[in-house]
């Protein structure tokens, strides 16, 4: 399992995490080591669209990818989530078109667009859907990935919260006090 899965996978379980909506889900490699590893979690919702982005819009090698590519790698998420259908969910959409989902989660993992105005839109999209002490979090806070650290960063400092970093992980619990930070 790579080192920010089995990190993901622990803070999970350490902290009694029993819904989780994960935005961009690629092969489900990460949806797939937490639903096998998080006995608690009863509720599991992927959010990826699987479509090309106008590299303007969003660079990644996904956008290298061919259609049958992009194809095939929701066919394997897909059924990596199949075996869990009872508790996990795949929606071919958008984190934006997502939003509109029922319930409050206790957690959410943010891995889509890496750019900054991105993580910055996903943060203050997703923040009022996790429960107060949940957990809000993403990946790639790396020096590859300046956007991440920018849009993170620049909410943690506005809204006086504190945030950690583990793994390429970065993570904070919401608190009451950032409630209507949206
Ligand atoms: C780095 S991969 C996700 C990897 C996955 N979280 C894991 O750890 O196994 C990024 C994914 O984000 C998806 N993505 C890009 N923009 C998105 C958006 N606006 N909404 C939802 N997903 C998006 C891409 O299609 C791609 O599959």
Known sequence: MKRYNKFVVNLINNNNIKSIVEIGVWKARLSKNIL????????????????????????????????????????????RYYTYHHKAKLLRMTSEESIYIDGLFDMIFIDANHGYEWIKSDILRWEPKVKINGIVSGHDYS??????????????????????????VWFYFKREYNENTC
């Not at 006995?39 to 479509?51: C, E, H, K, L, Q």
């Open 36 to 79: 096998d590893n998080c006995p608690n979690i009863s509720r599991y919702i992927g959010v990826d669209p699987y479509i090309k982005w106008n590299r303007k819009k969003y660079k990644d090698i996904i956008n290298k990818k061919s259609k049958s590519e992009l194809e095939r790698a929701y066919k394997i998420a897909c059924d």
């Open 143 to 168: 020096k590859k990935f300046k956007g991440v650290i920018k849009a993170v960063r620049e909410h943690c400092k506005k809204n006086n919260i504190s945030f950690k970093v583990e793994k390429g």
